[in-house]
């Protein structure tokens, strides 16, 4: 087998731990665990994360750029409604994959409550730039008030993944499309 380079081995890393952190709760995965599911030695995984709390925010870092590439490949509609359709659809289709367990974001603030961690902030700064994402596409449709509507957009998004994950149902990515829909069609102007 040929030898990873060091940035291949941190992607490696970074791949088994995030499938194990997703899966399971990163509370309940331990370093060992991540060492012997990746086949990496101690000092392999130490060299690349010196701390548990550094390799949480990697995959977390990491995690939330490939949610952004994806956006930016499927939201590449001229209009800016249809972008925040695109979206919605996205995170639809997360929903819908087995062993769907929520927004992997989401679930690090629950698990790491203290603001000053830097996993918990990590996904706030996620939180804060989708938010920011949707208010300027609100604000290209022509929304009156994209601030409001954006914070209502979140509420709905981020309540629907926590609820999918709960039931493990569809109804509430039906509905978040649906109250999402409802919402825009309240607040953007009639396409003309």
Same mark, same amino acid.
């Given at each position: 087998?040929? %030898? ?6 941190? %992607? ?5 731990? =995030? ?32 701390? *548990? ?31 925040? %359709? ?5 995170? %639809? ?14 679930? &690090? ?14 996904? &706030?700064?996620? *939180? ?13 449709? =022509? ?8 914070? *209502? ?19 509430? =990515? ?19």
């Amino acid at each position: 087998m040929a %030898r990873r380079s060091p940035e291949e081995t941190r %992607r490696h890393i970074l791949e088994v731990a =995030g499938d194990l952190f997703y899966s399971r709760g990163v509370r309940a995965v331990g370093m060992d665990l991540v060492i012997s599911t990746a086949g990496v030695a101690n000092a392999t995984l130490y060299r690349q994360f010196a701390t *548990k709390d550094e390799l949480v925010t990697a995959y977390l870092v990491t995690r939330n750029e490939h949610w952004w590439q994806r956006l930016r490949e499927s939201a590449t509609a001229p209009d800016a409604r249809e972008r925040i %359709r695109a979206l919605f659809d996205l995170i %639809r289709q997360d929903m819908t994959v087995p062993g769907y367990r929520g927004c992997a974001t989401l679930n &690090i603030t629950s698990e790491f409550p203290d603001t000053d961690h830097p996993a918990h902030t990590a996904a &706030i700064a996620h *939180k804060t730039e989708v938010q920011a994402w949707l208010r300027d596409q609100l604000r290209e449709a =022509g929304d009156p008030d994209p601030e409001d509507t954006a914070g *209502k957009l979140m509420v709905i998004l981020d309540g629907a993944q926590v609820l999918a994950a709960a039931l493990g149902t569809d109804a509430p =990515g039906d509905h978040m499309t649906q109250l999402a829909e409802q919402l825009l069609d309240a607040r953007l102007p009639a396409a003309r």
